[in-house]
């Protein structure tokens, strides 16, 4: 004897696959936000890395996007401990994990005191005891546009979310710019 389904169990079915597909779609679409939103933070960590070795290192530091290995990754000018009177090298620092877009992510622009570094390889060098690029950072995925600008005597970056800063985050003052540069802590 055959048996065929029934309407009524073809409508359960469907009902039930579209109840499925109506908790799963969300998360998928909202995976890519979170991949972005994990991406911005390790950047943000980078770049707080970068800020504090050059505001309290003595070696120069950088900021280089690795074509090799398609990451953002932060190096140091060492001198080899075998030989010191060679000349230095750079070295990537060991300390700082190198970030790399998840699927889904782009690093769509950085820039450098206002000039745009683009292709598959940049740097940023900083110098110990003069004045640090501003450095900007555009984030894209899925439903996020993160920036994360990275101000000359700042130790952190600022970073905002889709056009407003991120909570928690306080804006960088300028207290020689406010007149406030002689003013007692």
């Known amino acids: 004897m055959r048996r065929a389904?029934?309407?009524i169990e073809l409508i359960v079915v469907?009902?039930?696959l579209a109840l499925v597909a109506a908790m799963v779609v969300p998360r998928l679409s909202g995976m890519a936000r979170r991949e972005g939103d994990v991406a911005a933070e390790r950047l943000a960590e980078l770049l707080s890395m970068?800020?504090?070795r050059d505001n309290a290192g003595v070696q120069q530091s950088a900021i280089w996007m690795n074509p090799d290995s398609g990451?953002?990754?932060l190096w140091?000018?060492?001198p080899d401990p075998e030989e010191p009177e060679k000349p230095r090298r750079w070295e990537i620092d060991r300390h700082v994990?190198?970030?790399?877009m998840p699927p889904g992510v782009e690093l769509a622009e950085v820039r450098a005191d206002g000039q745009v570094l683009g292709g598959d390889e940049w740097r940023i060098v900083g110098s110990p005891g003069s004045q640090?690029?501003?450095i900007e950072m555009r984030l894209m995925a899925q439903g996020l546009e993160s920036t994360l600008v990275l101000e000359p005597g700042a130790s952190v970056p600022t970073r905002t979310d889709n056009g407003a800063l991120r909570e928690g985050v306080r804006p960088p003052k300028d207290l020689d710019r406010m007149g406030l540069d002689r003013e007692p802590w």
Do not use: D
Request: hydrophobic share 45%; glycine share 0%; net charge positive.
């Open 14 to 16: 469907t009902a039930l």
């Open 97 to 100: 994990q190198p970030v790399r």
């Open 132 to 134: 640090r690029p501003r």
């Open 76 to 78: 140091t000018l060492e």
């Open 71 to 73: 990451c953002v990754e």
């Open 5 to 7: 389904f029934t309407l």
């Open 50 to 52: 970068f800020a504090f």
